[in-house]
C-alpha cells in the first residue's frame, strides 16, 4: 500500500466517523424530541368555570382562568360551542408570558346567530413544541344555556 492510498483511506476512515456522529447526534434529537415531557400548562383549581349558566346571545362569555403556564411558546386556540352540534369561532393566537394566571377570559362573546339552546364551550389549545411534535389540552366549561335576545 503507497502513502496515495493509505492517506485515501485515512479520509475516507475520517469522513465516515464523522457522518456517524452526525447521524447518530440527529437520530438521538429526534428520539427526545418525540418522548420529551412536555409540561406548557398545569390548570389549577376552579379553571373554565362560568359566573352564571345563562346568557343571552350577543353577551360577553367571560370564563375564569386558572392556570399556570411553565414555557415560553405560542399558542394556536381554537374555541367551539356545542349542543350536539358543533359551532366554531375563529382560531385565536398569542402569547401570553410564563407565570401563574388567575383572571378571565374575556375575548369570546356568545354569537348573535348562536340558535338558543343548552351548552357547553370547549376550548383546544395547541402548541407546536417542536418540528414533530404537538402538544394539545383541552378545555371545557360546565353547561350553560343560551337564550334569545
Same mark, same amino acid.
Given at each position: 500500500m503507497n502513502i496515495k492510498e493509505f492517506m485515501r483511506e485515512k479520509c475516507n476512515s475520517w469522513i465516515l466517523n464523522? =457522518? &456517524? $456522529?452526525?447521524?447518530?447526534? =440527529?437520530?438521538?434529537?429526534?428520539?427526545?424530541? /418525540?418522548?420529551?415531557?412536555?409540561?406548557?400548562?398545569?390548570? !389549577?383549581?376552579?379553571?373554565?368555570?362560568? @359566573?352564571?349558566? $345563562?346568557? !343571552? /346571545?350577543?353577551? @360577553?362569555?367571560?370564563?375564569?382562568?386558572? &392556570?399556570? !403556564?411553565?414555557?415560553?411558546?405560542?399558542?394556536?386556540?381554537?374555541? !367551539?360551542? $356545542?349542543?350536539?352540534?358543533?359551532?366554531?369561532?375563529?382560531?385565536n393566537s398569542s402569547d401570553f408570558e410564563v407565570g401563574c394566571y388567575s383572571t378571565y377570559i374575556s375575548s369570546v362573546s356568545i354569537p348573535d346567530n348562536l340558535p338558543a339552546g343548552t351548552y357547553i364551550y370547549e376550548e383546544t389549545v395547541i402548541y407546536r413544541v417542536n418540528p414533530f411534535r404537538v402538544i394539545e389540552y383541552t378545555f371545557t366549561t360546565p353547561t350553560f344555556e343560551v337564550i334569545e335576545k
Open positions: 464523522i =457522518l &456517524l $456522529i452526525v447521524v447518530t447526534f =440527529l437520530m438521538g434529537l429526534i428520539i427526545y424530541w /418525540q418522548v420529551a415531557p412536555y409540561n406548557i400548562l398545569e390548570a !389549577k383549581e376552579g379553571n373554565y368555570t362560568l @359566573d352564571k349558566t $345563562i346568557y !343571552k /346571545q350577543g353577551e @360577553d362569555f367571560n370564563i375564569r382562568f386558572e &392556570l399556570c !403556564k411553565n414555557i415560553t411558546i405560542e399558542e394556536d386556540i381554537y374555541g !367551539k360551542f $356545542i349542543d350536539g352540534v358543533i359551532y366554531s369561532i375563529p382560531e
